[in-house]
């Protein structure tokens, strides 16, 4: 890597990480903007894990100006930072101008992605466009009836990303859901901090959206993982001790609040996993909704395991704030969504 590119990638870090205190700053003073919205350009994938209920393999892209409408209201409402999710959303022909658009809101451009479209010239037409963070889930080292989403395939991709992203890029390590040889998450994290990239590790979700406690071995795996210090946000990730003991947590989610999730139909949810809630439109969601939803106490917070949910809510964990079910949903289940 040349001294140029090495000198410019210092300073999007830099300035990265000042709009990231920044950031953080604005959502400790005031409760009354979305911290993250994770958006959907596309619901196809081009991959079909087994425990993911989040894809199909027949949507087309969200039309680009249908995206720019619902990115600029998200705008309109002060959102922090908006996450581009799948599907798989490089399957979106216009995902570059979708990310422009993101930073000409003033908020944080990320993405989410499987990693399997990334090549040398893709990546560096994500630094044009103003990407300021990506994240890769890992599952394996080897693909299996599982997942596809493997160190042999990846691996690559990452020394790609390494060499040539000016964003920041973290791999995600993966654990739970019947992923054979859970020891895997430790080659991938090894991997990952040995690129210079930075490392989380995840506990999965089964088929149907529900935890699965960890076994005694995954538990060691993960408690190995969190114990890898450089470079990775573990700190901000304690929740997951109990979730991997199957044990609930006591927080306050504020999930269609400070977090929102916005389907391909353009409706903002709770998050992926309890699609259905509270089901408004993007483009008719006001501030009185994030007032409503901010106070909105949701039954399957103890044994959540969205970790951008619990991660946003620890800017609001310490306020005294209390929050309830309203009278016409106490008799109402919250969605829980089946393999597709």
Same mark, same amino acid.
């Given at each position: 890597?040349?001294?140029?590119?090495?000198f410019r990638?210092k300073?999007?870090?830099?300035?990265?990480?000042?709009?990231?205190?920044?950031?953080i700053?604005k959502?400790l003073v005031?409760t009354?903007?979305?911290?993250?919205?994770?958006?959907?350009?596309?619901?196809?994938?081009?991959l079909?894990c087994?425990?993911?209920?989040?894809y199909?393999d027949f949507?087309? +892209?969200?039309p680009?100006e249908e995206?720019? /409408? *619902?990115?600029d209201? $998200? @705008?309109?409402?002060?959102t922090?930072i !908006?996450t581009?999710?799948g599907?798989e959303?490089?399957?979106?022909?216009?995902l570059?101008e979708?990310?422009r658009?993101?930073?000409?809101?003033?908020?944080?451009?990320?993405?989410?992605?499987n990693?399997y479209?990334?090549?040398?010239?893709?990546?560096e037409?994500?630094n044009r466009?103003?990407?300021?963070?990506?994240?890769?889930?890992?599952?394996?080292?080897?693909?299996?009836?599982?997942?596809?989403k493997?160190?042999k395939?990846?691996?690559?991709k990452l020394?790609?990303l390494?060499?040539?992203?000016?964003?920041?890029?973290?791999?995600n390590s993966?654990v739970?859901?019947?992923i054979?040889h +859970?020891e895997?998450?430790l080659?991938?994290? /090894? *991997?990952?901090?040995? $690129? @210079?990239?930075?490392?989380t590790?995840g !506990?999965?979700?089964?088929?149907?959206?529900?935890l699965?406690p960890?076994?005694?071995g995954e538990q060691?795996?993960?408690s190995?993982?969190?114990?890898?210090k450089k470079?990775?946000?573990s700190r901000f990730?304690d929740f997951?001790?109990?979730?991997?003991?199957?044990?609930?947590?006591?927080?306050?989610?504020?999930?269609?609040s400070?977090?929102?999730y916005i389907?391909?139909?353009?409706?903002?949810?709770?998050?992926s996993?309890?699609r259905g809630?509270?089901g408004v439109?993007?483009?008719q969601?006001?501030?009185?909704d994030l007032?409503?939803?901010?106070?909105?106490q949701?039954?399957?917070?103890?044994?959540?395991?969205?970790?951008?949910?619990q991660q946003?809510a620890?800017?609001?964990?310490?306020?005294?704030?209390?929050?309830?079910?309203p009278?016409?949903?106490?008799?109402?289940?919250l969605v829980?969504?089946?393999?597709?």
């Open positions: 890597m040349t001294t140029n590119k090495q990638k300073a999007l870090a830099v300035h990265r990480r000042f709009r990231e205190w920044w950031m700053g959502a005031s009354r903007h979305p911290v993250m919205a994770h958006i959907i350009p596309i619901r196809r994938c081009n079909a087994g425990y993911c209920n989040e199909d949507s087309k +892209p969200v680009l995206m720019y /409408r *619902r990115i209201h $998200l @705008g309109s409402l002060g922090a !908006i581009f999710s599907g959303p490089l399957l979106h022909p216009e570059d979708l990310i658009r993101v930073r000409q809101n003033g908020a944080m451009a990320c993405l989410i992605t990693g479209l990334l090549t040398a010239d893709r990546i037409k994500l466009a103003g990407l300021e963070h990506l994240q890769i889930s890992i599952d394996n080292a080897q693909p299996d009836e599982v997942s596809m493997s160190l395939v990846l691996d690559k020394e790609l390494a060499e040539h992203a000016e964003f920041h890029v973290n791999i993966v739970g859901s019947g054979k +859970p895997d998450a080659a991938v994290a /090894r *991997r990952a901090l040995g $690129l @210079g990239l930075t490392n590790v !506990i999965i979700h089964d088929g149907s959206g529900q699965r960890l076994g005694e060691a795996i993960f190995e993982i969190r114990e890898m470079k990775n946000f990730n997951q001790d109990n979730i991997s003991r199957g044990l609930p947590n006591d927080w306050r989610c504020r999930a269609g400070r977090y929102l389907c391909e139909d353009g409706l903002v949810h709770y998050c996993q309890q809630y509270p439109p993007l483009s969601y006001t501030r009185a007032r409503r939803e901010y106070a909105t949701k039954g399957c917070a103890p044994f959540c395991t969205v970790s951008c949910v946003v620890l800017l609001d964990n310490w306020r005294k704030a209390k929050q309830h079910i009278e016409q949903r106490r008799s109402e289940p829980q969504l089946g393999a597709k």
